[in-house]
């Protein structure tokens, strides 16, 4: 059976109202949006620093003689 | 400003070379930056670091700099516009957010290749450096994901571009 056409989408045909999102960008919103939750998380998870300890901190050379001494 | 058909034909050419170099010199980037994370020899560390700060102050923000600008320029002289196509609009949100990431990221290998460049620094002080490989990583997927983008086009206009449409057919 034939899906009940929204007035809308009635109008959207007939070039009356602007188009909807359409569904690719929705999808790719959403997994961009989980992507960066699981990063996030993943951040907090190891060690609480921003980009999981990988490029922060270290590169200061302050800090690099501070983590050698200890 | 619409351009001309040489005009657009030459920023296009230009916006194809800096964007498509862009992502290679990424690739050679993250050779590099994998190097930092596999390897424990001081000599290969050294070399990785030096390179990595090289490509990125010399290759990779002129590139990405460039990528950028001609992306506007082709946007804003052409029929696709700025803000009338969704794939557009993503396309250079993706880009603007990768260049933004790049340059927060310069000073990062700079310390790193500084570090490395150090006589003094020791073989366990250059294996203990951070690597930047996750946003080697992302930025490649990014710069990729950009790139399909601008293949497939995919349909789908923004409310911005359904009144400019509306008001051009009008007329």
Redesign the interface.
């Known amino acids: 059976m034939p899906r009940p056409v929204g007035s809308h989408e009635r109008r959207e045909a007939m070039g009356e109202a602007p188009p909807r999102m359409p569904r690719w960008v929705k999808v790719s919103v959403l997994v961009v949006l989980v992507i960066a939750v699981f990063l996030v998380l993943a951040m907090l998870v190891v060690d609480g620093e921003h980009g999981a300890g990988l490029h922060t901190g270290a590169a200061d050379p302050a800090v690099l003689a501070t983590t050698m001494a200890i | 400003m619409r351009l001309r058909s040489g005009q657009r034909k030459l920023v296009l050419s230009v916006h194809l070379f800096v964007s498509v170099g862009w992502i290679g010199a990424v690739a050679a980037y993250l050779a590099l930056d994998a190097a930092t994370v596999t390897s424990s020899d001081p000599n290969v560390l050294r070399a990785a670091y030096l390179g990595m700060d090289l490509i990125v102050q010399t290759v990779i923000v002129p590139l990405a700099v460039a990528t950028l600008v001609t992306a506007i320029v082709i946007s804003l002289g052409t029929r696709w516009g700025l803000f009338r196509h ?1 794939w557009v609009v ?1 396309s250079l949100l993706l880009t603007v957010v990768a260049t933004a990431v790049l340059l927060t ?1 310069i ?2 290998v700079d ?2 290749a ?2 490395a460049a150090d006589p003094s620094t020791t073989p ?2 250059l294996a ?8 080697s990583i992302g930025g490649l997927a990014v710069l990729v994901a950009v790139l399909v983008l601008n293949v497939y086009k ?4 923004t ?1 911005h571009g ?2 400019k449409q ?1 008001r051009s ?1 009008r007329t």
């Open positions: 969704y993503i990221e000073r990062t310390a790193l500084r570090i366990t002080e203990a450096l951070n690597s930047t490989l996750v946003h995919p349909r789908g206009l409310r359904w009144r509306s057919d």
